[in-house]
């Protein structure tokens, strides 16, 4: 269906009115972008020597960027009318548009799968695009985690980097006074942050909505400002560093090793390259995220995962149902920060050097921000959303100047155009099988 034919199917008084309400609210959009963009593009200072500066004019700029939100406002309302009428379809086309939709992601997850695994043989792979795949893993896995706290069971929290800083600094602190390895400290970090998530959940039982972001924000700082001044423990601002890297069963990852040892290269008779510990932690952090979504998955057709979603929509008929709130909600922060555990955990590895400059609010606002643009609840609009957020940046590389101005006319456009995120759709955790036909005929 266009455009034409969509305002065509109303009378032409009507279609004539709506047409002028969708231009003025264009042009409503197109004037605030150029008061906006006049002093931001429309003005430019230069030096003329002896240090006095000049401005110039780039009122050309200002024009282009005017008639952009002219346009792009106006096919926004128009498509959001045409959705809205898509959605008065009857049940049975619903029905199956939505087997439809479950099939379209099945095939897209297969899809990429896939594609993540056959990455680092592609022709065009190279060691930055693995680095940068590395690192997009890193946050799907954290926004998988989050997903359960605030997709699932409906809990705001934006202090969620702090059970990622945990897990980091839990396998950091066991590995330079243990001396435990990173397949060793992997579970350990993991449960570590659990308890730190249960002990976030007793005092915000009782709390949701702006309160609980408050209260999770207040203690994703505290534990910031703790690694920062705890320094004999965590090293205070200088951080730890010397964190021993992942081995392949004992194998390093090095271009010789200690007598009596063998390296991976050695091992399987390879010329030494740095990429195969690139390529070898890229592949650990696949394992880990395909792993977590498995992990996730299943426990959303469990019953506690159904708990999850009942406490999300309404407290009051779960607490009516029989399920207690708490434990839900304690559940449902202990496994989420589990999961931040674990990612927390390789990225330590990852890196041999973690600070708390790594754990600030801008990662828990990221993480947040992930979870929401692909949809609550909806594992694949995670990953894409999280493809988007880390690659975008990247990719603004090229448009230093305007670097942040991309990225959030893309989360606005996002949230202009998809409110529910990239994907609404959740494959339902409980499928009622159709009536009868005897006792439709009642």
Known sequence: MTAASGFAAENPARASADWAVELKDAGLAALAATLLALPLMGLQTYDVGGGALGVRTRFD??????????????????????????????????????????????????????????????????????????????????????????????????????????????????????????????????????????????????LRGDYLAIVTLGFGEIIRIVLVNWSPVT?????????????????????????????????FGLEFSPNQRVVFLYFVILALALVTNLFTLRLRKLPIGRAWEALREDEVACRALGINPTNVKLSAFGIGAMLGGFAGCFFATRQGFISPESFTFTESATILAIVVLGGAGSQIGVVLAAILLVTLPELGRAFAEFRMLLFGAAMVAIMAWRPRGLLAYREPSLHLAPRPRWARLR
């Open 235 to 267: 090293g205070g601002p200088n951080g730890i560093s010397d964190i021993p890297r992942p081995s392949f069963f004992g194998l390093p990852f090095a271009r010789s090793s200690p007598e009596g040892a063998t390296t991976f290269a050695q091992f």
């Open 61 to 206: 700029w200002v024009v282009v960027a005017a008639a952009a939100v002219f346009a792009g406002r106006l096919i926004l309302r128009i498509c959001h009318r045409l959705t809205r009428r898509r959605e008065r379809r009857s049940d049975g086309v619903l029905a199956s548009l939505t087997a439809s939709t479950s099939r379209r992601t099945s095939l897209l997850a297969a899809t990429g799968i896939a594609f993540a695994v056959a990455l680092p043989v592609l022709p065009f792979s190279s060691r930055y695009l693995i680095d940068l795949g590395t690192t997009v893993l890193i946050y799907v896995m954290l926004g998988w985690g989050l997903n359960i706290v605030v997709g699932l069971a409906g809990l705001l929290d934006l202090g969620y980097v702090a059970f990622y800083a945990v897990g980091a600094y839990t396998f950091a602190l066991l590995a330079r006074d243990l001396g435990l390895t990173f397949w060793q400290a992997l579970p350990f970090s993991g449960l570590v942050a659990a308890g730190f998530g249960v002990i976030l959940g007793f005092p915000v039982l009782r």
